[in-house]
């Protein structure tokens, strides 16, 4: 099993990335998780989608300006960044989530990607 982020970069405060998270090797179906862990902190929750990819769920620190999506249910799932400000530096990393049960902590994902790394100037 092998999940591939990419997209990160550096950008201005107030601009947009979009992150990709690749999944591979996986048998059966399974949400996505992104998460992200700046210096000093703690890897923290962002989004998450579904199975279909009908049902979403943000922190609060993202709702409103960070979109997770992904295309009939496939292998790749995306994190559309607006509006980024300095707080959302970080690594992002793409996890996939093989139980039905809804979950945002980092213990309940069974696979991890290696992270992408978003730098947001002031």
């Known amino acids: 099993v092998q999940l591939q982020a990419s997209g990160g970069g550096l950008v201005q405060a107030g601009g947009s990335l979009r992150l990709s998270c690749a999944a591979s090797g996986l048998t059966s179906t399974y949400a996505v998780g992104w998460f992200r862990q700046a210096p000093g902190k703690e890897r923290e929750f962002v989004a998450r989608?579904?199975?279909?990819?009908?049902?979403?769920y943000y922190s609060d620190s993202v709702k409103g300006r960070f979109t997770i999506s992904r295309v009939n249910a496939g292998n790749t799932v995306y994190l559309q960044m607006n509006s980024l400000k300095p707080d959302d530096t970080a690594i992002y990393y793409c996890a996939a989530d093989t139980d039905v049960v809804f979950s945002t902590r980092r213990t309940a994902y069974d696979y991890w990607g290696q992270g992408t790394e978003v730098t947001v100037s002031s």
């Open positions: 989608i579904s199975r279909s990819g009908i049902r979403t």
